[in-house]
Each structure stands twice: as C-alpha cells, then as structure tokens.
C-alpha cells in the first residue's frame, strides 16, 4: 500500500502531528524513567509525608556568603541559574520536551490552517492551456 500525500496542508498537519508524537512519547518516557536524584544532598526534609532533598545552596549561610561577595545581582543570577539548570534534568526535563514539542508543532498547524487552498497562477497562458501565449 502506497500512500502519497499532494495536499501541502495534508503534509503540514502530518508533520505537526508526528512533532507531538514523538515530543509527548519522549516525555512520557523521559517521566516514567526518572530516579531520584541524590547527588551532593545534604539530607531530606520530610513535610506531610514527602521527603524532599536539601542542597548545600539551600542553605540561609550560602545565599549569604553570595550576597556578601557578589551583591543581590549575583544573588538573583545564581537563583536564574539554578532554575535553568533545574529544566533540563529529571521530571522537569519531561515538561520541558513536552513543551517544546508543542511550540514546535504550532507553526506547521498554523501554516496549514492559513495556506491557499489552490496554487493558481498570475499568467494567463498558464491557467488556460487553450490559448497561444
């Protein structure tokens, strides 16, 4: 069985559905398959049942000796930076494919959505085949 797909926006929407696809199947797998964590953990703090870790940069001394050496800009770009470097790891990392993913496969629906419907030129000799040019 051959499939052939003429319609670009048929082919748009197929290559949008296939982004997600893949994104969500990913995410759903990087999800499924994280473990804890335990790196460079100071211990755990157990709040309603749940055990969450400490960091050494959680600490009240740490943020202070930053402060105290680099202002509150180096406060706040230390914080950016733990942020950032939080996305890309663990289950955050399934969010985050997840998301791009879906910006990703937004462009390719929107083009399909908003492509002519026909290619029909501006030549007249073109459309009318009957006509000498």
Excluded: C
């Amino acid at each position: 069985m051959k499939w052939k797909i003429t319609d670009p926006q048929m082919y748009l929407n197929l290559i949008g559905v296939i982004i997600l696809l893949v994104g969500f199947g990913s995410a759903t797998l990087i999800y499924q398959t994280d473990g804890n964590d335990s790196r460079d953990v100071l211990g755990y703090e157990i709040i309603d049942g749940q055990a969450y870790p400490i960091h050494p940069e959680d600490s009240k001394m740490y943020v202070h000796d930053l402060q105290v050496i680099g202002g509150k800009a180096s406060v706040l770009i230390d914080e950016f930076r733990r942020w950032f470097v939080g996305i890309w790891r663990g289950k955050s990392l399934a969010f985050t494919v997840a998301f791009i993913s879906i910006f990703l496969s937004i462009p390719f629906f929107f083009f399909a959505k908003y492509l002519p419907d026909s290619y029909e030129s501006d030549f007249h000799s073109e459309n009318n085949q009957d006509e000498t040019g």
